[in-house]
């Protein structure tokens, strides 16, 4: 009996808040590894994440068994508290 495969990409989007110019050239890389971590230690593919003062694109390769708004969710909340305690705003 043959296996079952599945590969699911996703391209995701989304602004900070207000969408004010905040990503800060100096630390914006050190963000985006962060998020990829985030996106891999839940199991999940980050094939690239990247973006500009104003907003983040994430590509993922998702996991069939991951609801990508709980990911996302992760994501944002997670990256949102590592730029407070890093003091960037």
């Known amino acids: 009996m043959a296996g079952t495969y ?11 808040k207000g969408r004010e110019s905040i990503l800060d050239p100096a630390w914006r890389n ?3 590894r962060y998020m990829a971590g985030i996106i891999a ?3 999940n593919k980050p094939i690239i994440v990247n973006g ?6 994430l590509f993922i390769g998702l ?8 990911l996302v ?13 890093k003091g960037w705003l």
């Open 6 to 16: 599945s590969q699911i990409h996703i391209h995701c989007v989304f602004a900070v």
């Open 30 to 32: 050190e963000v985006f």
């Open 41 to 43: 230690i839940k199991g």
């Open 52 to 57: 500009v003062a104003d907003h983040v694109h």
């Open 63 to 70: 996991k069939p068994s991951v609801a990508l708004s709980d």
């Open 73 to 85: 969710r992760e994501i944002k909340n997670n990256t949102s508290n590592f730029i407070n305690k």
